[in-house]
């Protein structure tokens, strides 16, 4: 009964926490954040502990699948260089740069184990920057390739997580074995992804019941994950394949009502998960400042010094991976040359999270067994400096990053030119469902085939209207704002015949879903 008065407590405090933040302007996982660590000091708080299994097999694949199924494939691959670079090159280079700084301050830690540590810090969080970088209203190919990172990048810094504690072990790891094992983790994960999505897929093509979708769409990143785990293979790769597959193939495999029912559950979901993570953050880090066993001096200087080299490092790849490729004739002739400003903010955006969290967590504590060899380290001291380094990363880039991208000039796309690309589209969309209402309208009341015509025309005008003049109301803005009025009158009169007996319950429910449905169409006007 207590464990289930905690998750309900932690549930209740994320919902505060995000209505507080929506309130204020911030990004949720921000506000969680600081709400854990005041909790953290409230005398007879309770210490919080949360199972790296858990992360890594109940959190992080449903929020890695959602964030995979939301991606856009074809911006994906468009962006799939720079994605590559810094999911693989930079979580390489960063946990090599730390395991050195580590191992030049603390010359007694194996060096393995400042890598592992280094791999733990590498990659930047799969949640927090992209919820701000959209948020902010970052250009379009900053969000896809911060989102690609987020997505791939957890695969390596785990797989070298696993390669750097084997060698602290007494394993002999050298650049091919560790090569080796990358591919082939990831090269499985690539096909038990893409095997799990077509199954996937065969079963949402068959299912005409909109719950039962929702039920498979929910049991698939966890079965992927599962399944990854036997195999040896990664995981994390495995769910992001799939993700990015059946995201892709939604408009083909889903109902109406299933894709909106189900984007509802997984928005649901992500929330509370989001919300609980970093909660939960906050309130660990005082407990497990308080098992170290190294001195406050030695603490600060290494806590500071892996944070600095993170910045540093992100921001010395960002430039050349950003323009050396681009002496290449094909990529110039490929991709358009950034302004500076654009590295700089894709610098700035390296907030981590979850995927630290758990990976600190699995780092193997020191085991005098000479079967199970690991030498003496200051495990406790590792998992700190990764708590450390997700709550400055989060507080100090997290807040600032709107500032910095404002005053550099970092924009969101061009709103006018998406407005006039669907207007050209939805023009052709009309047309289309114009010719195939007149071949299919013989036999059907003319008053029917008006009614469809004058809908059809209505929504390729709507579109047109968004390249107008913002401040004066449109046609369709009108519409909108008098039909929620007229919506509202009718849910009244029905909520009274229902309260007077007129009408049972049932009759209202089928009523009142109705309106909804219309009214949540109308919002589309005013966006």
């Not at 939604?250 to 929330?271: D, G, H, K, N």
Request: charged residues 15%.
């Amino acid at each position: 009964m207590e464990s289930i008065v905690d998750v309900v407590a932690l549930v209740a405090i994320s919902v505060l926490g995000a209505a507080l933040a929506r309130r204020l302007g911030f990004v949720a996982p921000l506000v969680l954040l600081v709400a854990g660590l005041a909790l953290s000091f409230v005398p007879g708080m309770p210490e919080a502990h949360l199972d790296p299994d858990l992360v890594l097999i109940g959190i992080l694949p449903p929020l890695l699948y959602t964030a995979a199924l939301e991606t856009s494939v074809p911006a994906f691959r468009r962006a799939l260089r720079p994605i590559l670079m810094l999911a693989i090159g930079l979580v390489l280079v960063t946990a090599f740069a730390v395991g050195i700084v580590l191992h030049v301050l603390l010359p007694q830690i194996p060096f393995a184990a400042c890598v592992a540590l280094g791999a733990v810090v590498a990659p930047p969080d799969a949640v927090s920057a992209t919820a701000i970088a959209k948020r902010i209203g970052l250009p379009r190919r900053v969000v896809t390739i911060l989102e690609g990172e987020s997505l791939l990048n957890d695969a390596s810094a785990l797989v070298l997580v696993r390669v750097a504690t084997a060698a602290l072990g007494g394993a002999a790891v050298g650049f091919w074995p560790i090569a080796g094992q990358v591919a082939l983790k990831a090269g499985g994960g690539i096909v038990l992804g893409l095997a799990a999505a077509w199954i996937a897929a065969k079963l949402h093509r068959k299912i005409e019941d909109s719950l039962l979708d929702d039920a498979v769409s929910l049991l698939t990143p966890f079965v992927v994950v599962i399944v990854a785990e036997e195999l040896k293979t990664s995981s994390v790769v495995a769910v992001v394949i799939a993700g990015l597959y059946l995201g892709h193939r939604m408009p083909y495999l889903l109902s109406p009502t299933s894709r909106l029912q189900m984007e509802a559950v997984w928005r649901m979901i992500t929330f509370l998960l989001e919300g609980i993570v970093f909660l939960l953050v906050g309130l660990q880090l005082r407990t497990v400042g308080s098992d170290i066993e190294t001195t406050v001096g030695t603490t600060i200087g290494v806590t500071a010094a892996v944070i600095g080299t993170l910045l540093v490092v992100r921001f010395i790849w960002m430039y050349p991976a950003t323009y050396l490729p681009r002496l290449s004739p094909r990529v110039r002739d490929r991709e358009e040359r950034p302004p500076v400003t654009v590295p700089t903010v894709i610098g700035w955006a390296g907030m981590r999270g979850v995927v630290t969290l758990a990976a600190a967590q699995t780092l193997p504590k020191p085991n005098p067994d000479p079967e199970k060899y690991i030498p003496n380290y200051p495990i406790n001291l590792f998992i700190f400096v990764a708590f450390a380094v997700i709550v400055v990363t989060l507080l100090l880039q997290g807040t600032t990053l709107s500032w910095l991208a404002v005053r550099l000039g970092v924009r969101q796309d061009n709103s006018t030119a998406d407005a006039l690309a669907e207007a050209g589209v939805q023009h052709q969309a009309s047309r289309a469902a114009l010719e195939a209402l007149e071949a299919a309208a013989d036999g059907a009341p003319p008053s029917v085939v008006d009614r469809l015509r004058a809908l059809v025309e209505s929504r390729s005008n709507n579109a047109w209207e968004r390249l107008g003049n913002q401040q004066q109301e449109t046609p369709s803005a009108a519409y909108g704002r008098l039909r929620r009025e007229m919506i509202g009158a009718e849910r009244r009169v029905f909520k009274v015949a229902r309260n007077e007996g007129r009408i049972p319950e049932e009759v209202l429910t089928r009523a009142q879903r109705d309106l909804d449905l219309e009214e949540s169409l109308l919002q589309r006007s005013d966006e």
